[in-house]
């Protein structure tokens, strides 16, 4: 039977002003240009550009919650679930922000009774470029995975859904997450190779599941054109975006057929879409034009013949 957690979900337009009431409000997300909260909510503001109306990002819950603070985690948390987020510059360089912020996060989980973890968001600026011999992505990879050996967490098969993109130049790493009290159902998609099973080529695995699924909620990780390990269809963005919703479709029937949660749907995802080059985003909306509730982001993927991921969230019916 699955967990009623009392999570819930919804984009609200910046336009429409701040929500009315904050407090059945577990996190929030902005992102480009957003303005300063004064709630006690713990805000996660993401350095990428919005292509069209801008949002806030909001998960809600049933249950009384409360807000804290653990190193530098900010955090609001109910009976069953967590929502944290860390904001650090890279003044010792990313590997060593990516490590220092994952130590904290695990840390703060495991003190405060969340082990769980069911979903990460991870921006860090220039996500392709190369320094100190290392593709930026590639030294967050390593950097992440020292983290979890050190606190004893899976590298692989029991890992939470995630997904890592380039934020503006400058901008410092930010990543915020869902934890929870109840296990979590990792899903993998039966059209690729698992992340943390991809060839050396690739560099350090990377440790995350291709979605969760925690009560009757499922979380998609940034999703891509890629079959196997390979990128498919370099080049062409709408065939591109169709190959992305193939694995999304594909990861949705998975997780039917391993869930008890109920049935979930593609017409009722709500998705994040990022855009590597702006100029395709009629194109990649050309494919998209049946969903309710989409928000576009101008943003690098981790590969640079990647022009576009696609992530997701839903709820059974």
């Given at each position: 039977?699955?967990?009623?957690?009392?999570?819930?979900?919804?984009?609200?337009?910046?336009?429409?002003?701040?929500?009315?009431?904050?407090?059945?409000?577990?996190?929030?997300?902005?992102?480009?240009?957003?303005?300063?909260?004064?709630?006690?909510?713990?805000?996660?503001?993401?350095?990428?550009?919005?292509?069209?109306?801008?949002?806030?990002?909001?998960?809600?819950?049933?249950?009384?919650?409360?807000?804290?603070?653990?190193?530098?985690?900010?955090?609001?948390?109910?009976?069953?679930?967590?929502?944290?987020?860390?904001?650090?510059?890279?003044?010792?360089?990313?590997?060593?922000?990516?490590?220092?912020?994952?130590?904290?996060?695990?840390?703060?989980?495991?003190?405060?009774?969340?082990?769980?973890?069911?979903?990460?968001?991870?921006?860090?600026?220039?996500?392709?470029?190369?320094?100190?011999?290392?593709?930026?992505?590639?030294?967050?990879?390593?950097?992440?995975?020292?983290?979890?050996?050190?606190?004893?967490?899976?590298?692989?098969?029991?890992?939470?859904?995630?997904?890592?993109?380039?934020?503006?130049?400058?901008?410092?790493?930010?990543?915020?997450?869902?934890?929870?009290?109840?296990?979590?159902?990792?899903?993998?998609?039966?059209?690729?190779?698992?992340?943390?099973?991809?060839?050396?080529?690739?560099?350090?695995?990377?440790?995350?599941?291709?979605?969760?699924?925690l009560g009757n909620t499922l979380f998609i990780s940034g999703t891509a054109s890629i079959v196997g390990h390979e990128t498919v269809h370099v080049g062409d963005v709408t065939a591109q975006t169709r190959e992305t919703l193939a694995n999304i479709e594909a990861l949705v029937g998975e997780a039917n057929r391993v869930s008890?949660?109920?049935?979930?749907?593609?017409?009722?995802?709500?998705?994040?879409?990022?855009?590597?080059?702006?100029?395709?985003?009629?194109?990649?909306?050309?494919?998209?034009?049946?969903?309710?509730?989409?928000?576009?982001?101008?943003?690098?993927?981790?590969?640079?013949?990647?022009?576009?991921?696609?992530?997701?969230?839903?709820?059974?019916?």
């Amino acid at each position: 039977m699955a967990v009623a957690t009392g999570l819930q979900f919804e984009y609200v337009p910046l336009a429409a002003g701040a929500p009315a009431r904050w407090d059945d409000v577990l996190g929030v997300a902005t992102f480009g240009t957003a303005p300063a909260f004064t709630a006690e909510v713990p805000a996660a503001h993401v350095h990428t550009p919005v292509l069209g109306s801008n949002v806030y990002e909001i998960f809600r819950t049933d249950q009384r919650i409360e807000s804290g603070q653990y190193a530098r985690v900010q955090f609001r948390r109910s009976a069953d679930l967590l929502f944290g987020s860390i904001s650090l510059t890279e003044a010792s360089g990313l590997h060593t922000a990516t490590e220092q912020a994952y130590r904290e996060i695990f840390a703060a989980v495991n003190e405060l009774g969340y082990p769980h973890l069911a979903r990460i968001w991870n921006y860090l600026p220039q996500i392709n470029v190369e320094t100190k011999g290392l593709e930026r992505y590639r030294q967050f990879n390593s950097a992440r995975r020292n983290a979890l050996i050190a606190y004893r967490r899976d590298l692989t098969g029991n890992v939470p859904a995630a997904c890592a993109l380039g934020s503006v130049t400058g901008s410092p790493l930010v990543i915020y997450f869902l934890a929870s009290r109840h296990a979590v159902t990792a899903v993998e998609n039966p059209r690729q190779v698992s992340a943390y099973e991809y060839p050396e080529q690739y560099g350090p695995k990377p440790a995350f599941s291709r979605a969760s699924i925690l009560g009757n909620t499922l979380f998609i990780s940034g999703t891509a054109s890629i079959v196997g390990h390979e990128t498919v269809h370099v080049g062409d963005v709408t065939a591109q975006t169709r190959e992305t919703l193939a694995n999304i479709e594909a990861l949705v029937g998975e997780a039917n057929r391993v869930s008890s949660a109920g049935r979930f749907s593609m017409s009722t995802l709500a998705y994040k879409v990022y855009v590597r080059h702006a100029a395709d985003l009629p194109l990649i909306q050309s494919q998209l034009r049946n969903q309710a509730q989409i928000l576009y982001l101008l943003a690098d993927v981790c590969r640079q013949d990647l022009l576009v991921e696609i992530e997701a969230i839903g709820r059974a019916s």
